[in-house]
């Protein structure tokens, strides 16, 4: 699970309700032809660690460098933002729709795909990071490369995560596989910014404008250039690497795989039937507003401290401080829902709303790592949140409606849709409105009125999207939790509770 949204998991297939020849298979056991290797396992979850770590390294990092190293006005940062996002989901459905309808090969049916998006999606994650040198026509360069990226992220981890499917018929093999991807993707969102953001924090050092009595823009270093290269570098050979070790530890199971395959209905006519669904239109809804607000949290934090405070050196650690508290905390978390409930632990969010408007009041190092460690675990129940109330709020649909298979498919990758269109427009937005605050990219010293912009960004902007979910998520109508009989005959099983 990555804190970053752009790591969001994509539409788990994996949860799909099994055929009935595959019921044979209780929960609880196993068969000596379903049970999966400690090395599968392990294989599987690294296929999954190059898209958190370079999505990480571009939720924190990214806006930093296009404005301040490729020193791109702050107008075309929120064009590049928007196209990337929109791209992300424009291809979710795409990735659907060709994926599903691709024939099965002598490597499988998904890995294909993921092996064959390998080469590019490297390719664009380091060119992602690249000063060309031309300067007219930088904005377009990099809405180019990070559309491409976007797009190229969403066709590589749907096959992926799809796979689950496709290794074993036995779910409790299928669940614990899943487990060695979360664990291994939150390693993967961890080494994704401590390393980027260590080998590039030389680059924005307060030493950076000391060399220089000019308050305007300051000249791009080499020095800086050099360690972004080498940063993507490091980032762009962990897709080759990783998905060698997927395709040489894990293979695809044809009689899965044919089983796995439905009949269901259309995305658009699915669409229809789930945005009809008031419990599911209420979650969407919700963690629109709240799903942005971490986004903008994320991406905001390190110009924060560059440009509206004295915290220029300690960037890197409050970056590691978040991630650490989000992924130390999600246990803790998995605990509050079992115990409380969903209803309650979504109060764990709010906790974000008090400090981040503390941080904009007092941007001092004490009061940073107080609210970089608390808004750590609020991010970590935020994105565990939705993942965990969506399959209670499909049971009820199914239990209403009765549809053949592939509504599930629909309502995961419609939510991920929205909230990465919710996504974009937020930072688009809030990147526009640096421009118009007068943001001049690469200077060692801002306006008073960016510094403010910056404040409200960090705080007041989320406050309110956080408040406005909540309010959202704890009225109208709530998904009733099908009993333990209905969840069985749905070949689900539902850890959860809405109560």
Not at 37 to 52: A, D, E, L, R
């Amino acid at each position: 699970m990555a804190v970053s949204p752009e790591g969001t998991p994509a539409p788990p297939v994996e949860t799909l309700p099994s055929p009935p020849e595959a019921h044979t298979l209780e929960p609880g056991s196993d068969s000596g032809a379903g049970r999966l290797s400690f090395c599968t396992k392990v294989c599987y979850g690294i296929g999954g660690v190059p898209n958190q770590v370079a999505s990480s390294a571009i939720a924190f990092y990214l806006q930093l460098f296009l404005l301040d190293v490729a020193q791109i006005p702050a107008a075309q940062v929120s064009l590049v933002l928007f196209g990337g996002k929109v791209s992300g989901a424009a291809a979710d459905p795409l990735a659907g729709f060709f994926i599903n309808r691709s024939r099965r090969t002598g490597s499988g049916r998904l890995m294909p795909w993921v092996l064959g998006c390998t080469p590019f999606i490297a390719l664009a994650s380091f060119f992602l990071w690249f000063l060309p040198p031309f300067t007219s026509l930088r904005g377009l360069w990099y809405t180019a490369l990070y559309s491409l990226f976007q797009a190229l992220a969403t066709f590589f981890q749907v096959p992926y995560t799809a796979l689950t499917m496709l290794l074993t018929p036995s779910p409790r093999e299928r669940d614990s596989a899943t487990v060695y991807r979360m664990t291994l993707e939150m390693a993967g969102t961890l080494m994704g910014a401590t390393v980027h953001g260590l080998i590039v924090s030389g680059a924005h050092g307060s030493h950076r404008c000391k060399e220089t009595a000019l308050p305007g823009q300051v000249a791009v270093s080499p020095n800086a250039t050099r360690l972004y290269s080498i940063a993507a570098t490091v980032v762009a050979v962990t897709y080759p690497v990783c998905s060698s070790l997927l395709c040489l530890g894990v293979k695809e199971r044809p009689g899965a795989s044919a089983r796995a395959a439905g009949q269901g209905l259309s995305f658009l006519a699915g669409l229809r039937l789930t945005v009809r669904h008031p419990p599911y239109l209420k979650l969407v809804i919700s963690f629109l507003f709240i799903s942005a607000a971490v986004q903008v949290e994320q991406s905001y934090l390190v110009l924060f401290c560059a440009h509206a405070s004295r915290l220029h050196d300690h960037v890197q650690s409050l970056v590691l401080t978040i991630l650490v508290s989000a992924v130390l905390s999600t246990p803790m978390w998995e605990w509050v829902l079992q115990r409380f409930g969903k209803r309650m632990s979504a109060f764990g969010i709010f906790g974000m709303v008090p400090f981040a408007i503390l941080l904009a009041a007092m941007p001092t190092a004490p009061v940073a790592y107080v609210v970089a460690f608390v808004s750590g675990v609020s991010i970590a129940v935020s994105l565990l949140l939705p993942w965990s109330m969506l399959p209670d709020v499909v049971d009820e649909f199914q239990l209403q409606h009765q549809h053949g298979p592939g509504l599930e498919t629909i309502f995961y990758s419609s939510y991920v849709f929205f909230t990465k269109l919710s996504g974009a427009g937020a930072l688009g937005i809030s990147t526009l409105s640096l421009d118009f605050a007068g943001y001049e990219s690469g200077a060692c010293k801002q306006a008073e009125q960016v510094v403010v912009t910056l404040k409200v960004l960090i705080g007041a902007m989320p406050t309110c999207m956080i408040l406005i979910g909540l309010c959202i998520l704890m009225v109208g109508p709530t998904p009733k939790v099908p009993s333990r009989n209905s969840s069985r005959s749905l070949g689900r099983r539902t850890s959860y509770s809405l109560a």
